[in-house]
């Protein structure tokens, strides 16, 4: 039997979440980045779906924040592309789902969002919405994470 001491509570307390944001815009990873710096979070960034797939294999995130419109690779198919992926190499046998934010300029209701097994959806976040609604946003995500 293991009894958890105060220590171990405190230290689970300041684990720094792992956030993969994977955006094609510039402007966007610069906001995120700041968002997230702000939380203290350990921030890499994808700037389309191709380059999020090595960086998933060799880390674990905490949460992904993922651009619905992209260019090369929409998140709705990078979405299902990652979740191949982590299904097919068993790479998060042991672990939860990791949970998706999904960050676009369309609304909730535009979206067509794939059934995965490796993730759960968490949240949505419009790109127009003012900056400090998207702060309040994202400390209520991380708190859940």
């Known amino acids: 039997m ?31 980045s700041h968002i997230l710096d702000h939380y203290k979070c350990d921030v890499t960034m994808a700037f ?7 960086l998933l294999v060799n880390k674990q995130y905490d949460l992904v924040v993922l651009d619905w419109q992209m260019p ?8 299902l592309l990652m979740d191949r992926l982590l299904t097919e190499r068993k790479v998060h046998k042991l672990r939860k789902p990791i949970p ?6 369309h609304s ?7 059934l995965v097994r490796n993730f759960s959806y968490l949240g949505f976040i419009n790109k127009r919405q003012a900056f400090s609604s998207m702060m309040r946003s994202f400390n209520f995500i991380l708190r859940s994470i």
């Open 100 to 105: 998706v934010v999904i960050y676009t300029g």
């Open 48 to 54: 389309d779906g191709q380059d999020a797939i090595p």
């Open 108 to 114: 909730e209701e535009e979206l067509d969002l794939p």
């Open 72 to 79: 090369q690779m929409g998140g709705r198919d990078t979405l």
């Open 2 to 32: 293991v009894l958890e001491t105060s220590s171990q509570t405190s230290l689970e307390k300041q684990h720094t979440p792992r956030v993969l944001v994977i955006d094609d815009s510039l402007d966007s990873v610069k906001l995120m």
